[in-house]
Nanobody, 121 residues
């Protein structure tokens, strides 16, 4: 079955950086668009960044543009999210997601278990 395992979360001061990773198995990783979602307490889960199957097309929510970079290594079946200039409002549980199809949509086929990111002011 599909497994998505996130790592790299933690506690960081405002202005700092973190790099999240998501190791995928049980799926043809190179044929799937992927995404990073986040959910803060009391808020809905939102798509933060998405990437097409080959990496040629990327999506970012406005609040992270210029600060976050999504990438993938299809040879390693791994998805990444580089987060720079972190702000306290970035504090949330971050989830890796396999999306339906090869291009970025907001339709999730599989979820990871999540990794917590906490940004202190």
């Amino acid at each position: 079955q599909v497994q998505l395992v996130e790592s790299g979360g933690g506690v960081v001061q405002a202005g700092g950086s973190l790099r999240l990773s998501c190791a995928a198995s049980g799926m043809i990783f190179s044929m799937n668009a992927m995404g990073w979602y986040r959910q803060a307490p009391g808020k809905e889960r939102e798509l933060v960044a998405g990437i097409s199957d080959g990496g040629g097309s990327r999506y970012y929510v406005d609040s992270v543009k210029g600060r976050f970079t999504i990438s993938r290594d299809n040879a390693k079946n791994t998805l990444y999210l580089q987060m720079n200039s972190l702000k306290p409002e970035d504090t949330a549980m971050y989830y890796c997601a396999a999306l339906f199809g090869r291009v970025v949509t907001n339709r999730v086929r599989n979820w990871g278990q999540g990794t917590q990111v906490t940004v202190s002011s």
